[in-house]
């Protein structure tokens, strides 16, 4: 069985958890890396940390450090873990995972996938590209579009909320329509947080009195809270009409080409005309 931290609901299997996660805006998963985190702030600092999603010649630096590293280590056979087989050397081990019909090997990203299909997919997805996207706020690079918009909506860029990065994104007065009807114009940012505290315990656990979902800590409870688990709907898919609470979901869902509202050089040419409007927007 595969638990969801946010939900604590179970999942037949991985695959099953994954399909899910991906499907919530308020859960903090790399669809890159089927990765689920506990908070917004941990996805941000993956997406900036971790080696599969830097540049190339970051990769690479990355490698040879850890190969320079392992120098200094007594030396161990490698071990192909799913055939639970030892091999001479490095090459030998690459050449197995090349040649054996059992693997469909990452190199880059040094994982598994099930089928040649899955590879291929994951291939030809953004984990792959260059670090093409700057964050309009500051020098942090990104791969595509709708990491800039979680980097900003995580609050870790000079403290905009996603309750701006939203109203920067309704001013645009993008078309075809992205945004939710039922906004009045001219409103006013409200940014609300909250604060938890141990009266939330109802005795065996910390408890949401919005969706009455239970948590272990109080710290939990209180990413819960303050996350968009429970924001309105802001956003639709101008194609499908399948609504978003944040932007930056809007955007995973079109850079995905699971509907075909547009393919995914479509969405960087587009973003590059809208980046400069939407800081000017947060800075006003």
Partial sequence: MAECNQCD?????????FAHCRDKDD????????RLFSTFTGLDQHMQNAAVHRSDSESDEYVSESDDDDDDDEEEEPLCVGCNRWFVDLASLYQHLSAS??????????????????????SSSPVHRGLDFECPLCPKRFKTPSSIALHIESGTCHNISRAQVTA????????????VSRRIEGGTIR?????????AFNGTAYE????HRTFRTLGALNSHINSPAHDADEFKCPKCKRKYKLVSGLMQHIESEACGIARFQAVEDFTRTLIDQFSKRLTL
């Fill in 191 to 199: 940014i609300v947080s909250y604060h938890v505290t141990e009266r």
């Fill in 168 to 179: 920067a994104v309704h001013a645009l007065k993008i078309v075809p329509t992205i945004s």
């Fill in 9 to 17: 609901r179970s999942f037949r299997s991985t695959q099953a958890l």
């Fill in 27 to 34: 859960h903090p998963f790399c669809e890159d890396c089927d």
């Fill in 208 to 211: 949401c009195y919005l969706c």
């Fill in 101 to 122: 019909s059992k693997h469909n090997w990452c190199f880059a990203c040094s994982r598994d996938f099930a089928t040649p299909t899955s590879l291929d997919q994951h």
